[in-house]
């Protein structure tokens, strides 16, 4: 290649070194803390009703602030029991299978019953094979219990025996002695709490209450 051509004479290089002087480097927001003007690295939530939003503070300040959070802060027992419920679903809506909630929907069922009723009067049944509505029903059997349920009755300090609405009276009780608000503010039993409430879904799916 001749050095002399006039098209290498053409060619233009664009410095890489200038381009990497030219941009600036990315700084942190000033900590959100009043009267702070330290860098807030540290990223902490907003609250309830904020989620996904954050606030940055310095190191510090951000340990101040985590000590004194509280999500359910400014809600009632009924409220959080509420909310712990709604958690369980993720909080999104659930209905129950066929069934709309509606006047109309409750008078289509009750006919549709009537309907099948005289149809089974009707018809011969020598071998018994379906009852009629007197016929005591069939009890729903009983979930075996393996180890990590066993260690869930244990959590709400009950048997494995215990029934369904033993289970969820229990659980009833436990967060409203295991909640901080209940404790002055105590964030000591926040662990137990949460196993209290990891133990109350993994027994409700797997069909024990």
Known sequence: ?????????????????????????????????????????????????????????????????????NYFSGLNDKDIQRHLKESLTGHRPTWTMGHNGTSAGNGAKAASAARAKRWNSRMRDPFDLFPGEDAPRPQPRRPKVRSLEHKAFETLDLTDEASGEVIRTRYKSLVKQLHPDANGGDRGTEDKLREVIQAYKLLKQSGFC
């Open 1 to 69: 290649m001749k050095l002399d051509s006039e098209y290498f004479d053409a060619i233009r290089v664009k410095s890489k070194r200038k381009g990497k002087r030219s941009a600036e480097p990315r700084r942190a927001p000033t900590c959100a803390w009043e009267g702070c003007s330290e860098a807030g690295s540290y990223k902490a939530p907003m609250g309830r009703d904020h989620e996904g939003q954050y606030l940055h503070f310095c190191v510090d300040h951000v340990r101040q602030y985590n000590k004194s959070y």
